[in-house]
């Protein structure tokens, strides 16, 4: 009912108390000494109710002020939305689209109404759909941001280049329940530079960074270069017996991707906690300041994974160790009082992959190099290398 109303009809019902009040006075069957106290009772509930109801009828205006101060603020931000100069699309949790603005309209080639119920995977070519769907799936274990640089191809049109950013929200159970991606296309061509400079800048420059913990691996696509702004990661290969074999160390300046590598079995995992950037494979064929940058970088992984297969090739087991703790000297050491430290921990079975080897051979030599005090270890197991 309407509060308006019901305040209406108890003024109108406690006119008509007032009347009957009257009327009972002067009727001679009612005892004159029940009237007072049987009307007092009635005046006082009706007073109350009176009072309740103008309680509610100002905690009714104020709701409708409020819901008229979100009904403003819901259409400044739709009208944000629909504004905004990149493409904006939120979907469900499987990829659906939910909502799409106007520029995620153009750059797709098809009007909103018809984008919404349709799943995103449907604007991807083929041949990268399975990446897709491998990063979509990954999105749900992570908190973090992240982003993708992929091929969208437009409703009866053509395709092209696009940076992916995303966001996922979740509930308070922490459940998936809606994505946000921000879609900007990426030029076909860009302005050749004037001038090349022998730095990072423009490898870091308006780059999103991935950041990963230790132990965790890092997702590959074959149209991206990753380029190691922090941290350490093992590039390793599995054989037919399922052992792992390490294959190189990407540390920071380092560059590493499924691209430069012929394996079928390839894996990069961060030795601690690191942060990347991806450069797409497009960027580098269009900008020649980029492709100068990572050719040194390029070639400094090959020379790195030759010394790893040269080690690997080595007749004596012994000889690999040696080898592989002067590689590692020079690739991640630091120098200290009583020799260089290896930056990074290895187990004795990380060794042993890397040396072609088992586990328990690695541990008497290295035993005996202990002895030999060509090399000791500090309070937290890092190696430290004397004489070698």
């Not at 002067?26 to 029940?34: D, R, S």
Request: aromatic share 6%; glycine share 4%.
């Amino acid at each position: 009912m309407n509060i308006e109303l019901f305040l209406q009809r108890t003024e109108v019902l406690h006119k008509r108390l007032a009347d009957l009040s009257q009327t009972a006075n002067i009727l001679p069957w009612i005892p004159p000494e029940l009237l007072p106290d049987a009307f007092k009772e009635i005046q006082s509930n009706l007073r109350n109710l009176h009072l309740a109801v103008d309680e509610l009828y100002q905690q009714n205006e104020q709701l409708i002020e409020t819901q008229n101060v979100l009904t403003v603020e819901r259409e400044h931000y739709r009208d944000l939305f629909e504004s905004a100069p990149d493409g904006y699309l939120i979907t469900n949790a499987k990829g659906i689209i939910l909502q799409a603005n106007l520029a995620a309209s153009k750059l797709l080639n098809l009007s909103k109404p018809f984008m919404v119920g349709k799943a995103f995977v449907n604007f991807i070519p083929l041949e990268e759909r399975h990446h897709f769907r491998s990063f979509l799936n990954r999105l749900s274990e992570s908190d973090k941001d992240r982003e993708l640089v992929i091929r969208l191809q437009q409703r009866h049109g053509e395709s092209f280049n696009a940076n992916l950013r995303v966001a996922i929200v979740r509930n308070q159970q922490g459940k998936a329940i809606s994505i946000r991606w921000l879609m900007r296309k990426i030029p076909v061509t860009y302005k050749t530079e004037s001038s090349l400079v022998d730095n990072n800048s423009n490898l870091l420059q308006d780059r999103y960074k991935y950041k990963y913990t230790k132990g965790e691996n890092i997702p590959l696509n074959p149209q991206e270069i990753l380029y190691v702004c922090q941290g350490l990661v093992k590039l390793s290969t599995f054989c037919e017996t399922g052992e792992e074999v390490l294959v190189g160390l990407a540390k920071a300046g380092m560059v590493f991707g499924s691209s430069l590598t012929s394996l079928n079995n390839y894996q990069a995992t961060a030795v601690c906690d690191i942060e990347l950037v991806s450069i797409h494979v497009v960027e580098i064929a269009a900008s020649l300041t980029l492709s100068y940058t990572l050719l040194p970088k390029i070639k400094q992984r090959l020379q790195q994974t030759e010394s790893f297969l040269a080690i690997c090739g080595r007749r004596r087991v012994k000889e690999r160790l040696y080898n592989l703790l002067r590689l590692l000297k020079q690739e991640i050491g630091e120098p200290v009082l009583n020799g260089t430290r290896l930056s990074v921990r290895f187990t004795h079975e990380d060794i042993a992959n890397a040396c072609c080897t088992t586990r328990v051979t690695i541990t008497r030599l290295m035993g005996k190099l202990e002895k030999q005090g060509i090399i000791s270890f500090n309070s937290t197991n890092q190696i430290i290398v004397k004489n070698i």
